[in-house]
């Protein structure tokens, strides 16, 4: 099972379901509330991750982890992105330190030519 296939796919369905009858259409309600019910429902989701975490049942975890994931595909439906774009970000990222590729935001955001409103989105991360 190759796991950027299966997040692909998903993308796919969820896509094909914009513009869809909210009241037939799961995805299709959540996008014709969005953004706040999307944003709303990855709060939920992600507050019921940590205590599925916090209760150490692995199935659990598995579980809320995957509604999370799909709730933040949904997300990046609404803003026309796709998660090809997140696998490329996290594939830049490997290998990094992490705190060294914080700290090289932090002096982005800080430096004279990266006015603080420009830094503000990645400065949030």
Not at 11 to 27: K, M, Q
Not at 41 to 67: H, L, N, Q, Y
């Given at each position: 099972?190759n796991p950027?296939a299966?997040?692909?796919?998903?993308?796919?369905?969820?896509?094909?379901?914009?513009?869809?009858?909210?009241?037939?259409?799961?995805?299709?309600?959540?996008?014709?509330?969005?953004p706040?019910?999307?944003?709303?429902?990855i709060?939920?989701?992600?507050?019921?991750?940590?205590?599925?975490?916090?209760?150490?049942?692995?199935?659990?975890?598995?579980?809320?982890?995957?509604?999370?994931?799909?709730?933040?595909?949904?997300?990046?439906?609404?803003?026309?992105?796709?998660?090809?774009?997140?696998?490329?970000?996290?594939?830049?990222?490997?290998?990094?330190?992490?705190?060294?590729?914080?700290?090289?935001?932090?002096?982005?955001?800080?430096?004279?030519?990266?006015?603080?409103?420009?830094?503000?989105?990645?400065?949030?991360?």
């Amino acid at each position: 099972m190759n796991p950027d296939a299966v997040l692909a796919r998903i993308a796919d369905v969820i896509e094909s379901r914009r513009g869809a009858d909210p009241d037939r259409s799961y995805v299709a309600r959540l996008l014709a509330r969005a953004p706040d019910g999307i944003l709303k429902k990855i709060g939920e989701e992600a507050t019921e991750t940590v205590m599925a975490s916090k209760d150490g049942v692995p199935e659990r975890i598995v579980a809320e982890t995957a509604d999370l994931w799909f709730h933040c595909l949904v997300l990046l439906a609404h803003h026309g992105l796709r998660p090809e774009q997140v696998a490329a970000e996290l594939a830049r990222r490997e290998g990094l330190s992490g705190l060294q590729e914080k700290a090289a935001r932090t002096a982005t955001a800080l430096s004279p030519s990266h006015p603080p409103e420009a830094a503000a989105p990645s400065a949030a991360r």
